[in-house]
């Protein structure tokens, strides 16, 4: 079956890094696009960053463009979400999804995400 473990939350800094990954299994990763997202308390599931299978394109939020980086290794079936410049309202647990297109038309779709890990919690401190 489908499974998105994610890791590397944890609690930093205002200014501070962190790289979040995800290892995916139980199907084809190599052929699927991927995305981030994350929820904080009292606020709906917001789209964060994803990239198409081949990675020759990504897409970003306003709110973290310039800071976050997501790349992907299909020989490792993981993505990855480099955090950099964190600021406190980037507190909220992390979550990826597998996107059910290749390469869709719009990456940022939340309703085109059919399996979302169990989230990885990131608290940024002022």
């Known amino acids: 079956q489908v499974q998105l473990v994610e890791s590397g939350g944890g609690l930093v800094q205002a200014g501070g890094s962190l790289r979040l990954s995800c290892a995916a299994s139980g199907f084809t990763f190599s052929t699927y696009a991927m995305g981030w997202f994350r929820q904080a308390p009292g606020k709906e599931r917001e789209f964060v960053a994803a990239?198409?299978?081949?990675?020759?394109?990504?897409a970003y939020a306003d709110s973290v463009k310039g800071r976050f980086t997501i790349s992907r290794d299909n020989a490792k079936n993981t993505v990855y979400l480099q955090m950099d410049s964190l600021k406190s309202e980037d507190t909220a647990v992390y979550y990826c999804a597998r996107n059910r297109y290749s390469t869709p038309l719009t990456l940022e779709r939340r309703d085109e995400h059919d399996y979302w890990g169990q989230g990885t919690q990131v608290t940024v401190s002022s």
């Open positions: 990239v198409t299978w081949s990675s020759t394109r990504t």
